[in-house]
């Protein structure tokens, strides 16, 4: 039945939603359904979703699980996304930020997986940084980004400048390859 369901708490009308009719679960949205099936809304900048693990022994804890499960898996499918959105100044929501996790080989007792970190750059979401199962790349979208290691004392202890293909150590302005 397309039915809701609403929980009232002191401060929202809307504490707890159920959207019958779109199958979804709204928290704290004051009614307004988020367009996943579930969507935590804040109204500040304090923690929207604490995970908290209570357990005193030396493994990991809490776990935040994310998996893909299909009894079709293959090479090349993506698994799973973070992704950061905001609006720009038109008003309009784009993704500023995004990690990627795709299969790069399915094959029981050799699986591989990629890893890929982007970002925004004039407009597109680029990849800043990929971990292929034998390399890590990054600039791996040859966009015009420069790599720079700090020392303590040094701001381009080493530097890679995208634009001249040229590596410098200690040296903000390499005029030769290396």
């Given amino acids: 039945a397309d039915k809701d369901f609403r929980v009232e708490s002191n401060g929202e009308t809307h504490m707890l939603f159920v959207d019958g009719g779109n199958d979804h679960v ?3 949205g004051g009614g307004t359904d988020g367009g996943g099936v ?6 500040d900048n304090t923690t929207t979703l604490s995970l908290v ?4 022994d030396a ?4 776990i935040l699980s994310m998996e893909r499960s299909a009894n079709s898996a293959a090479d090349a499918d993506f698994i ?9 100044d038109a008003n309009e929501t784009l993704t500023y930020g995004q990690i990627d996790v795709q299969i790069d080989d399915a ?3 050799t699986e591989d997986g990629q890893l890929f970190l982007r970002s925004m750059s004039a407009g597109t979401l680029r990849n800043r940084l990929a ?3 034998s390399s890590v790349v990054i600039n791996d979208d040859s966009i015009d980004s420069d790599f720079r290691v700090e020392s303590n004392g040094n701001t381009h202890m080493l530097f890679v400048n995208a634009g001249s293909d040229r590596v410098g150590i200690g040296d903000s302005s390499p005029a030769y390859t290396l």
Wanted: glycine fraction near 16%; charge should be negative.
């Fill in 26 to 28: 709204n928290i704290a």
């Fill in 38 to 43: 579930l969507n935590v809304f804040s109204a």
């Fill in 53 to 56: 693990g209570t357990d005193s």
């Fill in 59 to 62: 493994n990991s804890g809490p």
């Fill in 80 to 88: 799973g996304s973070i992704v950061y959105k905001a609006q720009n």
């Fill in 107 to 109: 094959s029981d007792g």
């Fill in 131 to 133: 971990v292929y199962g």
